[in-house]
């Protein structure tokens, strides 16, 4: 019964994968933290549930990279290269469109090819997913830090062995020994200690929520009630967030779907596959924009077709040129970072200075890649942060990138186009050889203070407008001491808790007045200030110059920025 397991490339990755059913569609299964496709067909009730999809799809299984039959790779993979996996493997087997079935992990590469690629899924179904694998602000159901760090410890002393505890994964099935035995040596089989502990790394560092928004093709996400690994809530969150996707409570608290209530689930997935009409898709996908500004050149006969011949050698496509500034569309974000860190290299080799900003948004991957206001809005913005010789990616770009080959340090913030949210900004570089052999190196050790001033961050951005936040309020939301508050925030940014919420204020104050038409005085007060003067004063002290004289200079420099819309 078990199909015939083929291999194909991913880059340089063999990727394992099988093929069989008889149904008129095609059907991806994208599993979730590790698998095995052979071991997959000695657990029957997996079997069970894969025979009854293969009545109504072709299905097709694959290892991900580093886990099964599929290439152990040394390296972290990104969520774009797990979702290339994807790609491939629907291109060895000429699937020109397909349902994606993404199971828990296995959602978020799911979630990002449906939102690159809508054109090549029919629809989306999950079973058991999150957006984020780190507790935050804005997602509280995610594990904690301590919790994230007791899994490593677990991982690295007991693989699979008793303090794993995989029975909590399914209490239905915590007494049958054949079972909890086969799920074991599935796990033990599907990643050796050192790949499960990179890939729950990798997974720490997950968060999708920035693209929900952009997945347009039809889904139905389900997900249990009391499932122990992931909270019901983190279920409907993401459906909130994905536009008229179906959302499905199920009775039980089981986190594999081929256990438990497995009917209903298949029932559920059958009926939604049957109505969805497969040959309706959009064609707008995501696509990453890279743009640069010329700051300044030694070299009287340089041309800008020198920095498009270099981007298209990445695989850019050209959607705007002029004397000094350029913008190139990327099919993902790794190739748009990978081209931006090469090119500044080149350029200052030739004593040229660039600045350079990259983004997400929605268009066409092939044909007329028109600019909008929100480009506009987005050129604009970043450019008023950047410096020389820099490259600033919003927050989306690093989410997707983690684990990359690429260094990312919070840098500013801007404000998002019409919703007026906060849109983090990070400074990207290469790193170095000699950071990657000291990051081998490293111990499985979380760093808590990069979660606790992410989390102290959040609450001053969410208390901007309130003259009245301070220490005592930061104090009582972040359920610390006032004296242990004011230690951390010392030892993670040589700044007073004070310094940090005034200095956070001034940041957003600039990137107002350099991105809306506002006045000084009713800049001062949405952002906390208790008079424009007393405004006035804190950012010449910060920046060295009033806040009128960085609108003067922002009038005169706007009229050189709008390449974009002309």
Known sequence: MKPE????????????????????IDLVYIPGWVSNIDLMWACPELVSFLVELGKIARVILFDKRGTGLSDRVVDFSTLEERMDDIRAVMDIVDSKRAVLFGHSEGGSASALFAATYPDRTISLITFGIFAK????????????????????????????????????????????KDFMNWLASYFRSGASPTAAMKLTKMNTEVDIIDILGYIKVPTLLMQRTHDIDVKIEEGKFIAKHIKNSKFVELDGDDHLFWVGNTHE?????????????????????????????????????????????????????????????????????????????????????LEISVAMGIYIKEGFHEGDKCLDEKDNHMVTSILSQLNPNQIL??????????????????????????????????????????????????????????????????????????????????????????????????????????????????????????????????????????????????????????PTSVLQKFENKIESLQFMMS
């Open 393 to 546: 990616v919003t927050q989306t770009v690093k989410h997707l990138l983690s684990g990359s080959g690429f260094d990312f340090t919070q840098d500013t913030s801007i404000l998002d186009f019409k919703s007026n949210n906060l849109c983090k900004l990070y400074d990207v570089t290469k790193k170095s050889k000699l950071n990657n052999q000291n990051d081998t190196a490293k111990p499985y050790v979380f760093c808590s203070y990069d979660s606790f001033l992410e989390d102290a961050l959040q609450i001053i951005d969410e208390h901007l407008e309130n003259d009245g936040f301070g220490v005592e309020m930061l104090s009582r939301e972040m359920r610390l001491g006032q004296r242990q508050l004011q230690r951390k925030i010392k030892e993670t940014t040589n700044k007073s808790p004070n310094q940090l919420i005034t200095s956070i204020r001034l940041k957003k104050a600039k990137e107002a007045l350099l991105t809306y038409n506002y006045t000084v005085s009713e800049i001062a007060f949405q952002f906390g200030f208790t008079s424009p003067s007393y405004f006035s004063k804190c950012f010449k002290k910060e920046y060295g110059i009033c």
């Open 133 to 176: 694998r780190m507790r935050a602000p804005n997602y509280p159901w995610a594990p904690s830090t301590e919790e994230r760090q007791r899994l490593y410890d677990m991982i690295e002393n007991s693989w699979c062995g008793g303090e794993m505890q995989l029975e909590t994964l399914v209490p239905s099935k915590a007494t049958d």
């Open 5 to 24: 397991t083929k291999y194909t490339k991913s880059g340089e990755i063999n990727i394992a994968y099988q093929v069989f059913g008889s149904g008129s």
């Open 265 to 349: 689930v298949l029932e559920e997935m059958k009926d939604f596959i049957r109505n969805t009409k497969a040959d309706e898709y959009t064609k707008k996908g995501l696509l990453t924009v890279l743009f640069g500004q010329i700051v300044s050149s030694l070299k009287s006969n340089f041309k800008l077709d020198m920095i498009i011949e270099f981007v298209t050698t990445f695989g850019g496509s050209i959607i705007h040129k002029d004397k000094n500034c350029f913008a190139v569309a990327f099919e993902v974000s790794s190739k748009a970072v990978n081209c931006s860190t090469d090119l500044l290299k080149a350029l200052q080799d």
